[in-house]
């Protein structure tokens, strides 16, 4: 179900380079600086070579620490005293509890009731307090909005802030810090601050980098809100990726109208396969919102249709993708009936 189409504020400015270098300089004593891992089995399936951003491998298991570590050492003693509170389906929720716990308050996560478990036990391991909710986008909003009142927490949202945005741009920033010449960074989008993120980060290196997002067909607000040009939003989804169930805010959205070439869609058998695949091929954990990524990828259809299959050395194309996360419940993954 989708809520009514919303426009952008044309008066918003979007984090600076400047911002990113401070962020990323904020935050490198306390997260991992993820490797960059290749496939030679992946790059003879695609047709070009494949550059994997591992924020699998980050700490809370995804970049999402990125971000919400940048926005909690951000704030001055008197904002974080009483704790923060954000809204999330897992991911962003384990990140700030874990930097709520570094900076020695508490954390107050609304999470939808449909969330994963495993999610779920990572933000109490972390010391996270959970309020379970609908999995709505509207409830997700009312019950935060509750909590923060009873709690007096400050809200940490998790995409619709400079300050989250400009942590999670550092993944990308990497990534083109260590192969400086790609010709195309993939991303999954949900409520677009990675991909926003991305944008800033890859771009702020090298500003011809194309950029592309990835997103499940059950979860399609992104692709329509750029395809239409106004913001629109879904209230629930059902797809197994499901970090990637928000929708985009006016933030994300000004960000990816100016930076991204387009929305790439993937259906849910094309995100498990993938998953499975870079299981069995690369050895690695990653999650299904991470699968989205590389699906697209995996398409003849697509890959021949975005026009970069020639560099001027006459080598096969770099593309980047970001692995956003490996936190997946092992007792019941999808390919096991």
């Known amino acids: 179900m989708s809520t009514a189409p919303q426009v952008e504020n044309s008066s918003f400015q979007p984090p600076s380079w400047k911002t990113i270098l401070e962020a990323h300089a904020r935050i490198a004593p306390r997260i991992h600086r993820t490797p960059v891992l290749t496939s030679a089995s992946i790059d003879a399936m695609t047709g070009a070579r494949v550059y994997f951003k591992c924020d699998n491998f980050q700490k809370t298991g995804s970049f999402k620490i990125r971000g919400a570590t940048n926005a909690i050492f951000s704030l001055s003693n008197a904002e974080a005293g009483h704790g923060f509170v ?7 929720g384990a990140a700030v509890a874990r930097a709520a716990a570094w900076r020695g308050v508490p954390a107050y996560i609304v999470m939808p009731k449909n969330a994963p478990a495993v999610k779920a036990r990572a933000i109490e391991a972390y010391g996270g307090r959970i309020t379970f909710c609908e999995p709505k986008m509207s409830s997700r909003a009312e019950v935060a909005a509750r909590v923060q009142a009873e709690t007096g927490a ?3 949202h998790p995409y619709d802030d400079d ?3 400009a942590g999670q741009a550092t993944a990308a920033k990497e990534l083109l810090e260590e192969v400086g010449d790609l010709n195309a960074v993939f991303a999954p989008v949900s409520g677009g601050g990675l991909l926003s993120g991305t944008c800033l980060g890859a771009k702020g290196i090298r500003t011809d980098v194309r950029i592309f997002g990835c997103e499940p067909e059950r979860a399609d607000d992104a692709h329509r809100s750029l395809t239409t040009g106004t913001l629109q939003s879904l209230e629930s989804s059902d797809t197994i990726a499901d970090g990637l169930r928000a929708s985009l805010a006016p933030r994300t959205f000004a960000i990816l109208r100016k930076n991204v070439e387009s929305i790439l869609l993937v259906s849910e058998e094309e995100i498990i396969s993938t998953a499975r695949l870079i299981w069995e091929r ?5 999650e299904p919102s991470s699968a989205v990524a590389v699906a697209p990828l995996l398409k003849p259809s697509i890959v021949s249709s975005l026009n970069f ?3 001027p050395d006459g080598g096969a194309p770099k593309l980047g993708v970001i692995l956003s996360g490996g936190n997946v419940d092992l007792s019941s993954l999808p390919w096991i009936r």
């Open 309 to 311: 299959m020639n560099r």
């Open 86 to 92: 954000t809204l999330s389906s897992g991911n962003h």
């Open 282 to 286: 690369m050895k690695i954990i990653i």
């Open 154 to 156: 400050y809200l940490i």
């Open 163 to 165: 300050r989250i945005i």
